[in-house]
């Protein structure tokens, strides 16, 4: 894995229209690591660079780089999820226009998977985060209670999803076919 791949998977998303300028986050916590990183607040992330991520310290999230920049808002959520495992692990929070369409109309994500299994073959849907504050303790708290039952990934309602995985692609992929299927129900 290489901060080049996230930035990639960055500029993808943005493509997708998963997320708008500054939106969305990215951490990876490397196998057997005491620190993490995560993309930066406030930055364009379809225009990121490997030298923009911070470095912090997974016992408390002290910053361990000199950069310029904050890191992500929602660093509660990814250290609260990272700091789960000794594995590698990465954590991706984006803003899917077609699941959060469809929380919005109303959907349950975890039913979905009943009704399309070729999402449930590798993919587990946790039950749905209500309206929260973004960046808030809340946010992070509620997320981690529902993906910490060993599912992976999480929507939030009027927001976006969270999902974790154990390289890059996996965690992104799952946002991938949930928002396939999300796409097929609310078109």
């Known amino acids: 894995m290489s901060f080049e791949e996230i930035c990639k998977l960055l500029q993808d998303a943005y493509n997708k229209n998963w997320i708008t300028s500054r939106d969305g986050n990215i951490s990876w916590k490397p196998k057997g690591a005491d620190y993490f990183y995560i993309t930066p607040s406030g930055v364009r992330k379809q225009d990121m660079t490997p ?12 910053v361990l780089d000199t950069n310029e920049y904050k890191p992500s808002g929602e660093v509660h959520l990814h250290h609260g999820l990272l700091k789960q495992t ?5 954590v991706v929070h984006l803003h899917p226009t077609y699941i959060v369409a469809a929380m919005h109309k109303g959907y349950d994500l975890p039913s979905l998977t009943n009704t399309f299994p070729e999402l449930s073959r590798y993919t587990s849907i946790a039950p749905t985060v209500p309206v929260v ?44 076919r949930l928002e396939h299927i999300c796409k097929i129900v609310t078109v």
Do not use: W
């Not at 209670?145 to 799952?174: C, F, K, P, W």
């Open 133 to 176: 504050p973004p960046i808030s303790k809340e946010l992070a708290d509620r997320c981690i209670g529902n993906l910490m039952t060993q599912h992976n990934i999480v929507g939030i309602t009027a927001h976006g999803v969270v999902s974790r995985g154990d390289t890059l692609y996996d965690a992104y992929e799952h946002i991938e």
């Open 86 to 90: 000794n594995n590698e692990h990465f």
């Open 51 to 62: 030298e923009q991520f911070k470095k912090l310290s997974l016992a408390d999230m002290t």
